[in-house]
């Protein structure tokens, strides 16, 4: 599943192939916690893995082809700062499991932290399944334009 911000001027995904621009090539190079969160977007724009040639020390989108499920891309719109007002059930059916999750990987740094972590690896793919169900239901936003996606908060 692969949900991207939509806006007046993106295109759909599947005719999204230019080059990333240099400002968030420059971000991922010099803020590595920023690469970490955004290192697949660049991969997404040109649909092709990063292939970095250490002898020339030079890389580009150029790798293998990516091939992406277009019956799971979903158009969504910014989620609000603080989360949404009012969601519907299904946003805060994700969020519970998603606290789910975190307290899960929270606790597998105690003792006894490796059964811990077995069972937030188990959340980690019903999550998946949640915000793919939220996001096809399309649910219109009763605060702004565009539907309900995951907003990831803690409960």
């Known amino acids: 599943m692969v949900a991207y911000m939509a806006s007046e001027k993106s295109p759909k995904l599947s005719k999204a192939k230019a080059k990333i621009e240099k400002p968030l090539l420059t971000t991922i190079e010099t803020q590595p916690m920023v690469a970490t969160r955004v290192k697949w977007i660049p991969h997404l724009y040109n649909l092709h893995k990063y292939r970095f040639d250490p002898i020339t020390e030079q890389g580009d989108f150029d790798g293998d082809p990516i091939s992406l499920p277009y019956d799971q891309v979903y158009e969504m ?18 969020d519970h499991a998603f606290t789910r999750m975190l307290c899960h990987l929270d606790r597998a740094w105690a003792p006894g932290g490796a059964a811990e972590l077995a069972l937030a690896t188990v959340e980690m793919p019903a999550l998946t399944a949640k915000a793919t169900q939220l996001l096809s239901k399309e649910i219109k936003r009763t605060d702004a334009p565009g539907i309900y996606g995951p907003q990831f908060k803690l409960i």
Do not use: K
């Open 77 to 94: 719109t910014r989620v609000p700062l603080r989360g949404y007002p009012a969601p519907p059930a299904e946003v805060i059916d994700f």
